[in-house]
């Protein structure tokens, strides 16, 4: 079976700075797809970025982007610019080609300090 | 388009009640899903449902939960005789027909925000 695992349960950076999350995950497949998820206080569940496994281009969106590592299995977001409202749970999570459930990691509780 | 709709937002039952989870998906989207999200964790997967069709269930506990999506209304997920390890959060998300396969458009699950269940 499929796992996620996010190594850091906690982080914290300044405003405007940069932070990188990690996420490493274990599989036996070659095609899948990851996303990163955002879930703020209210627990709503927001789909941050998403990367498929036959591209080798990492995905950007604005100042989310990911630093896909396939025969690492490493799966890392990039945050730039942080802003106050980015604070919240971060999900990464795996899903295989051709199955339709989510495989979550842990979470990273992500602090903006202003 | 509305977003996934979940309700109620907050349940609170006692112990051995039933509780019922209601989730309508998004306009054209005929693929439910539901998880799990305990305190502090990550959710975790519970059934895949399309309509009038349960396709995996292989995250439902044994006993005491069901989930339904039938032709008409919202998807359903039941706990009967809640016991007070069932207090969690639930999560439904919705995704239109797959297409995925290598080299062309994947889905994405869109969640709503889901019931938050308190056994008492």
């Known amino acids: 079976a499929q796992t996620v695992t996010q190594s850091q349960p906690e982080m914290s950076v300044q405003e405007a700075e940069t932070v990188t999350l990690s996420c490493t995950y274990d599989t036996s497949e070659s095609d899948y797809y990851l996303f990163w998820y955002k879930q703020p206080p209210s627990r709503q569940m927001i789909l941050v970025i998403r990367q498929e496994a036959y591209k080798q281009q990492n995905a950007t969106e604005n100042r989310f982007s990911v630093n896909f590592q396939k025969a690492a299995k490493s799966f890392s977001l990039k945050i730039s610019d942080s802003q106050l409202g980015d604070a919240a749970m971060y999900f990464c999570a795996y899903r295989s080609e051709g199955a339709q459930k989510l495989v979550f990691g842990q979470g990273t509780r992500l602090t903006i300090n202003p | 388009n509305a977003g996934v709709m979940q309700n109620p937002r907050h349940l609170v039952r006692r112990r051995g009640q039933e509780a019922r989870l209601r989730c309508s998906p998004m306009k054209g989207h005929s693929h439910v899903y539901w998880y799990r999200q305990l305190p502090e964790e990550g959710l975790k997967f519970m059934v895949y449902?399309?309509?009038?069709?349960?396709?995996?269930e292989s995250g439902m506990p044994k006993e005491r939960f069901s989930a339904e999506f039938p032709k008409e209304g919202p998807s359903i997920l039941r706990i009967q005789q809640v016991v007070r390890g069932d207090s969690a959060a639930y999560f439904c998300?919705?995704?239109?027909?797959?297409?995925?396969?290598?080299?062309?458009?994947?889905?994405?699950?869109?969640f709503g925000p889901g019931t938050r269940l308190t056994v008492t």
């Open positions: 998300a919705s995704s239109p027909l797959a297409l995925g396969t290598s080299g062309t458009a994947s889905y994405e699950q869109y």
């Open positions: 449902l399309q309509k009038e069709n349960i396709i995996d």
